[in-house]
C-alpha cells in the first residue's frame, strides 16, 4: 500500500514561491511508476479541488487557475513527485494534499485517488 508524506508548506507573500514535495514509501520503484500522482488543495470552508497532476508517462496536467504559474514534476527514482509554485496569489492558500491512483478516468476528480497524504498548509499575505 502506498503512503505518502508531503513537506514544504509554509506561508509566503503574495508573488513568492513555494516547493512542495510528497514522498511515497511502502514499496519500490516499479511499484510507484504506474500511478497517476496529483496534489488537490482545500481552501478554509471550500470543497477540495484538483491543481496538478502528473502520469506515468509523465504528462502534466493542470487547473486553469494555476496554468503558467505551477509545475509538476515526477522522480521516480527517488518516489517523490513535486509542485513548484510561482507567483504565488493570496487565493493559493489552501491546504494542499498529495494523491496518487493506478487507475484515473479524470485527473482532477478526487474520489478517483485511493491514497492520500496528511496535507500541508500554504498561506499566501
Known amino acids: 500500500e502506498v503512503q505518502l508524506v508531503e513537506s514544504g508548506g509554509g506561508r509566503v507573500q503574495a508573488g513568492g514561491s513555494l516547493r512542495l514535495s510528497c514522498e511515497a514509501s511502502g514499496g519500490t520503484y516499479s511499484h510507484y511508476r504506474p500511478y497517476c500522482m496529483a496534489w488537490f488543495r482545500q481552501p478554509p470552508g471550500k470543497e477540495r479541488e484538483g491543481v496538478a497532476a502528473i502520469d506515468s508517462d509523465g504528462i502534466a496536467s493542470y487547473a486553469d487557475s494555476v496554468k503558467g504559474r505551477f509545475t509538476v514534476s515526477r522522480d521516480n527514482a527517488n518516489n517523490t513527485v513535486n509542485l513548484m509554485m510561482n507567483s504565488l496569489k493570496p487565493e493559493d492558500t489552501a491546504m494542499y494534499y498529495c494523491?496518487?491512483?493506478?487507475?484515473?478516468?479524470?485527473?482532477?476528480?478526487?474520489?478517483?485517488?485511493?491514497?492520500w497524504g496528511r496535507g500541508t498548509q500554504v498561506t499566501v499575505s
Open positions: 494523491a496518487a491512483s493506478r487507475f484515473v478516468r479524470a485527473w482532477d476528480r478526487a474520489t478517483d485517488y485511493d491514497a
